[in-house]
């Protein structure tokens, strides 16, 4: 079992920035690959970004690429994502996920662990 926890998200304006953070407890959060969606009201929950087990391939969805950053500590235990750049349509609840997978997937349904989410609003 791995417990995952968000924090950071928030209100910005747009053009602003927001730092999302997700603490993992549990099993060893180093053997698992990393993982950020949103949903807004009335959607799908979407891939924005992940990130493998080792760090070293970042993957983003086309619609975030060049403004969010993902990274992680495997250290403390905790992924990150750095939001620039925002705008409306970035508004959603943000949640981090775990996969065992050893490389990136956008597939919602490998990610077997999820946190409960952070709102993120961005006004105009």
């Known amino acids: 079992q791995v417990q995952l926890v968000e924090s950071g998200g928030g209100l910005a304006q747009a053009g602003g920035s927001l730092r999302l953070s997700c603490a993992a407890s549990g099993r060893t959060f180093s053997g698992y690959s990393m993982g950020w969606f949103r949903q807004a009201p009335g959607k799908e929950r979407d891939f924005v970004a992940g990130i493998s087990r080792a760090s070293n391939s970042p993957y983003y969805a086309d619609s975030v690429k060049g403004r969010f950053t993902i990274s992680r500590d495997n250290a403390k235990n905790t992924v990150y994502l750095q939001m620039n750049s925002l705008k409306p349509e970035d508004t959603a609840v943000y949640y981090c996920?775990?996969?065992?997978?050893?490389?990136?997937?956008?597939?919602?349904?490998?990610?077997?662990?999820w946190g409960q989410g952070t709102q993120v609003t961005v006004s105009s």
């Open positions: 996920a775990a996969s065992s997978s050893w490389v990136v997937t956008t597939i919602r349904e490998r990610y077997a662990y």
